[in-house]
């Protein structure tokens, strides 16, 4: 079961949280419609390469990263949008596209939009297409220690409430 580490690590620290089957989606937007979750409460875990090194960017699903915005303000040299192909071995137990964003738990950084701290909960892929976690954003910055700072815009087609 993929989401076994991530729920052994949060039972581990005491953390409160919601698990959230769904049939299966592979859009942030689809997965936010049938968990009848706010769209900018839904994180999605997109990885990026940032000076060679593979980094997590958790941002709401109803916006997109912006490289520009993103390598000024972590100072990086270099930013790009890793390929499936070169992270999918990171997560052996998360189906591709549906890592949660605990960088900790893969030996990642993990870098936080700003605008995901307006809700108190946030809530991601457990590792499938299939399940959502919803937990207390205060217990999420405590356990992963993002760096954050806004990196995104906001997408034309974000429907999403």
């Known amino acids: 079961m993929p989401a076994k580490k991530l729920k052994e690590f ?32 839904l994180a999605k875990t997109v990885i990026v390469k940032m000076d060679d090194v593979m980094a997590m960017a958790v941002l709401s699903a109803s916006d997109e990263i912006d490289l520009v915005s993103f390598k000024n303000a972590f100072k990086a040299g270099r930013i790009a949008l890793a390929t499936e192909a070169e992270f999918r071995d990171k997560f052996p137990e998360c189906e591709t596209g549906a890592m949660p964003p605990f960088g900790n738990l893969y030996g990642m950084r993990v870098f936080l939009d700003l605008r995901l701290m ?25 356990l992963v220690q993002p760096m954050i700072a806004k990196f995104t815009v906001t997408t034309a087609h974000a429907h999403v409430a």
Do not use: M, P
């Open 118 to 142: 307006r809700d108190k909960e946030i809530a991601f892929n457990a590792g499938t297409h299939t399940e959502l976690i919803r937990l207390a954003l205060d217990d999420f910055s405590r």
């Open 10 to 41: 949060l039972d581990r620290h005491n953390v409160k949280y919601v698990s959230v089957a769904h049939s299966a989606a592979y859009t942030a937007q689809e997965i936010a419609e049938l968990t009848h979750t706010k769209g900018r409460e």
